[in-house]
């Protein structure tokens, strides 16, 4: 009996044809956030707490430190080391405080070393989301003595660190994945950012473009929710007089606004932005290059920093700290021209030297700095608008170009301001300096550093062509089958003759019925076959316990399975029917939705075309392209050979 369903063709190839659907699809949803979100809420509200504090702690650090330097006073309310009196003896603070965070570097941890958020991106990327405690403390306290001594820095990108690194530190205290660590990270950032400035959209926005690598509502929810904590937070610590109130920036209303002049005139400085993102990126890795050449140890480099920040400050105080008033006084047009340029090229030098020497300070603030210095200047040139349009302009355009976060830039911009007549010359400004700053930077000032340590950072966040592709679509249909009762001998030489293995990969085992029994992997034939082991029928070596999967499962369910179970190929089965074999998918499946993705960012074509008469008649008509390229051959196309 066996011989006999052998010897039929049929039971060895068949065909099967699985194109109809199931109701499961219309249950799938847009999103994936899972319901389990919901028990990250309350470590949630804790981080946008302690975000708001630990950044209030920092400004009042940082404060401290300028005011007992500078001023030889206790103070807790910020201020500029510009109108200090020492003199020449102002040079010594930068270099102490230089000194002081080498030295914290070199015996507490060399990650406090930069500006914050490349630290925070490699964490995510290849530190699972896990943060040393420590950070938590030294990482702020050496910001504060590095801009409280008069280091050209933002207080944001330790802040960003340091909130990022408790909300991480929380949640290694409880059994979370990386992903859940990865979440609490970046809403602590948010918290911070959002308690330092008032900005709390912009934190958000922040943290989706530079630092979730995703756009999931599982993420950007509670980053949300953190920064909305924060800032409501801000608001009482501003009530209570322990924080600057807000818009940060506050600036006049801008009659340019919508005009065509203004908007050809943010083109400009959108394009000036670009450039300006070349030469900051430039100047700060010059430096840090510049600096590895030096035969002296790398605890002793922010000294060397704070000694230029020193001798900067004597030709230009309003260089030193965090320089919010010299931006406040950017944009209300208090400053002269020869002052502009002062602060861009004092600032830009000190900035880039201090950053490249690797203290420890922010680069927002500096980068807003400079950015309306540049649109300070170009508002002399360009008509209409007012002095605080250009330095918006300016400021936002240099942001985005140094960042790649255009929105990020944009509605910073708007929040540090509250100037909401601006929103379309800005809208100009960010996304052309962002495209300039793409063209003609292969990585951006935040993520150079990472590529330095060896890790690759893809910013682009697309839908994953196997989120979007059904197993039906692309799995094999027909296959080459086998019965139990088959000899293995048999087996070989319909492998032999078969065109199709190389993409098989996999030979089901099936009754009369067509039911699956089991699976024989062909790597096991291949085996045998080199061993002379060829002995025996299908029954004896065929494995039981297979893992499939469903015509309806997306290939983004179907490469999870495969990776879980760590196999290459799956058996397609219905689901309401588990025996019913309706074929199988391969790794090199997986690959046809990717296939489908190239082809549309390749594949050029004409689609319509225009069509006159043979006679002038006024009138012409649209013609769907007569040339079609053929598509590229697919696995199921190709009919097995019957044994």
Not at 230 to 257: N, T
């Amino acid at each position: 009996m066996g011989t006999e369903k052998r010897s039929k063709p049929d039971d060895a190839v068949i065909g099967i044809d699985f194109r109809t659907r199931s109701g499961r699809e219309r249950k799938l949803g847009d999103f994936t956030t899972p319901v389990s979100i919901l028990k990250l809420l309350p470590l949630i509200l804790i981080v946008g707490a302690v975000g708001a504090f630990v950044a209030l702690i920092l400004v009042w650090l940082i404060a401290l430190i300028t005011n007992l330097l500078y001023y030889a006073r206790i103070d807790l309310h910020l201020v500029s080391p510009l109108n200090n009196g020492l003199g020449y003896w102002s040079v010594a603070i930068p270099v102490a405080g230089g000194i002081i965070v080498g030295l914290m570097a070199r015996y507490g941890s060399e990650r406090i070393r930069g500006h914050g958020i490349p630290e925070a991106m490699e964490t995510i990327l290849v530190g699972g989301s896990k943060v040393e405690p420590k950070l938590t403390i030294l990482k702020p306290l050496s910001s504060a003595v590095s801009i409280g001594t008069g280091g050209p820095f933002g207080a944001e990108g330790p802040i960003i660190l340091t909130g990022g690194a408790l909300g991480s530190v929380l949640a290694q205290f409880f059994k979370l994945s990386a992903i859940d660590r990865r979440c609490l990270l970046v809403a602590g950032a948010a918290a911070g950012m959002s308690g330092v400035f008032g900005t709390p959209v912009a934190a958000v926005l922040l943290g989706v473009e530079l630092l979730l690598f995703e756009w999931k509502p599982r993420s950007m929810v509670l980053a949300a929710i953190a920064s909305a904590v924060a800032d409501a937070l801000r608001h009482w610590f501003v009530s209570q007089g322990w924080m600057h109130g807000e818009p940060l920036f506050p600036v006049p209303a801008a009659p340019m606004a919508g005009g065509g002049t203004g908007v050809m005139d943010a083109l400009v400085v959108g394009v000036a932005g670009g450039l300006v993102a070349w030469i900051l990126t430039k100047a700060v890795y010059g430096a840090e290059d510049a600096f590895k050449k030096l035969p002296i140890h790398w605890v002793w480099w922010p000294a060397i920093g704070g000694l230029v920040i020193g001798i900067g400050g004597l030709i230009e105080p309003r260089s030193l700290g965090v320089g919010y008033d010299t931006i406040a006084d950017e944009l209300a047009g208090h400053l002269a021209l020869s002052t502009l340029v002062a602060i861009f090229v004092v600032k830009l030098i000190i900035w880039a030297i201090g950053l490249g020497s690797g203290t420890s300070g922010g680069i927002l603030a500096p980068i807003l700095m400079m950015g309306a210095a540049i649109g300070g200047l170009l508002g002399i040139a360009l008509p209409g608008g007012t002095p605080a349009d250009w330095a918006v302009l300016g400021m936002a355009s240099a942001l985005a170009g140094v960042t790649r976060s255009p929105f990020t830039a944009l509605v910073f911009s708007v929040e540090l301001t509250h100037d909401m007549d601006l929103f379309l010359p800005l809208l100009i400004s960010v996304t052309l300096a962002h495209l300039i700053s793409v063209l003609i930077l292969k990585r951006s000032i935040l993520t150079e550093k990472v590529a330095r340590r060896g890790f690759h950072v893809l910013r682009e966040y697309t839908v994953d062509p196997l989120d979007v592709v059904f197993a039906r679509e692309v799995m094999i249909t027909r296959l080459l089958t086998l019965h139990p009762e088959l000899e293995l001998t048999e087996v070989e030489q319909m492998l032999r003759k078969a065109s199709n293995m190389r993409y098989q990969r996999l030979l089901p085992v099936v009754d009369e019925q067509h039911q699956l029994l089991g699976a024989v992997p062909w790597q096991d034939m291949i085996e045998r076959a080199l061993n002379h082991q060829l002995t025996g029928q299908v029954r004896d070596i065929m494995r039981r316990d297979i893992v499939a999967t469903y015509p309806e499962e997306s290939l983004r369910e179907v490469a999870d399975r495969m990776a879980v179970h760590q196999v290459g190929v799956l058996p397609v089965v219905e689901r309401e029917a588990p025996h019913r074999l309706c074929g199988i998918i391969t790794q090199y499946n997986l690959l046809t939705a990717h296939q489908r993705m190239l082809q549309e960012e390749r594949k050029r074509e004409q689609v319509l075309h225009l069509s006159f008469p043979s006679y002038f008649s006024g009138h012409f008509f649209w013609s769907p392209s007569p040339h079609k390229e053929p598509l590229p051959p697919h696995p199921n196309d190709v009919p097995p050979r019957e044994p």
